[in-house]
């Protein structure tokens, strides 16, 4: 339990820890304390914009919008790493929650994460977390596939230093809203679990000398697909054991080039029959074709040894075939031209 700092006593606070603070119009007496309760404060909500690169999303977050009035939190953290402080007080971010997770909060008592949410705005029982949390609105699609900036997830980590350990809190007093409301995803693309652990490295140093390691840095899941085709790539490159996972991924990825119609690719074309719809396969598909393809011929093969077995032919009738082609060329040629007719029909059967 704490009482809300002031503004002064913020910025001093974020500045100590090292990141850029950009005061934005009249934060300091922007709030929605006329609506309810601010403190005491007892920790840090970390949530995602959804906004993408078209949006003002500094001032989105401080006006707030028709459905949700600003602030809409203490600050926005854009994907610079400048931490825009757009509201001192009560905030419309949190919204009601569970009062377990508040209480695992105050208490600082879980293990990895709080206990899982079971309540959010509006609720039975809800508690109402403007009150009781600062929160920090970090620039993001939150569509779990737009990066999270080294810069950006650095000073999201410190800004939430700067805060804890004013209060004297540790890293569980930050957490993430989707810890806080079961409503809630945010902040997608980055675990909580791993943001607490580095918010812990940073606690234990003094302010303004933790700077984070490559290691650190949370991954976006299309970040890991992307280390996982170069890894991929670079194994069928240059050699190497591929694990089963890799390869699946390559079984499934549909670039080889396809064959044309007849052979067994109706949707090469489109209806116009002219554009080319569909020109590759994955290895899945190509493999399953080829063994049709095999097993169509040897049936082909087996049919035809039937019927040339079938021919039966007396030594006489030999030897007067043979006797007429030695006195007639040209009739070599005819026979041949035939029963290649005649091979060509039975392999089409």
């Excluded at 971010?93 to 994460?113: F, K, P, Q, T, W």
């Excluded at 984070?212 to 299309?222: I, P, Q, V, Y």
């Excluded at 049919?303 to 006797?323: H, K, P, Q, R, Y």
Aim: proline share 5%; net charge negative; with cysteine.
């Amino acid at each position: 339990m704490a009482t809300p700092m002031s503004a002064s006593k913020l910025v001093e606070a974020l500045r100590a820890e090292g990141v850029t603070v950009h005061e934005v119009r009249s934060w300091r007496t922007h709030n929605r304390n006329h609506r309810g309760a601010w403190g005491p404060v007892h920790g840090v909500l970390i949530h995602h914009t959804v906004t993408g690169p078209g949006t003002d999303v500094v001032n989105l977050i401080y006006d707030g919008h028709s459905a949700l009035p600003g602030p809409l939190s203490t600050g926005c953290i854009t994907k610079d790493g400048v931490v825009h402080l757009t509201g001192n007080g009560r905030a419309n971010h949190a919204g009601g929650g569970d009062g377990r997770v508040l209480d695992a909060v105050i208490g600082e008592s879980y293990g990895d994460r709080p206990p899982a949410t079971q309540k959010h705005d509006g609720s039975p029982g809800a508690v109402d977390g403007n009150a009781r949390f600062y929160g920090w609105e970090c620039e993001n699609k939150g569509d779990g596939r737009d990066p999270w900036p080294r810069v950006q997830y650095v000073a999201m980590v410190k800004a939430t230093a700067a805060i804890c350990r004013v209060h004297g809190w540790g890293e569980k007093s930050g957490i993430g809203h989707l810890e806080w409301s079961d409503w809630k995803v945010d902040p997608r693309g980055i675990d909580m679990t791993d943001f607490r652990r580095d918010l812990a490295a940073c606690l234990a140093l003094p302010a303004g000398q933790w700077e984070g390691n490559d290691d650190d840095m949370a991954l976006t899941d299309s970040d890991v697909r992307k280390v996982a085709d170069a890894v991929v790539a670079k194994l069928i490159a240059g050699g190497g054991v591929l694990e089963n996972s890799d390869l699946r991924r390559i079984w499934w990825a549909d670039e080889i080039p396809a064959a044309r119609p007849p052979y067994n690719n109706p949707d090469y074309f489109a209806a116009d029959g002219k554009t080319i719809d569909n020109d590759t396969w994955t290895a899945k598909y190509a493999v399953q074709t080829t063994v049709e393809g095999v097993r169509e011929t040897l049936a082909r093969v087996r049919n035809l040894e039937g019927a040339v077995g079938a021919v039966d032919l007396s030594d006489a009738d030999i030897a007067t075939l043979a006797s007429a082609v030695a006195s007639n060329p040209a009739l070599a040629e005819q026979i041949a031209e035939k029963v290649a007719v005649k091979l060509a029909e039975r392999l089409a059967e």
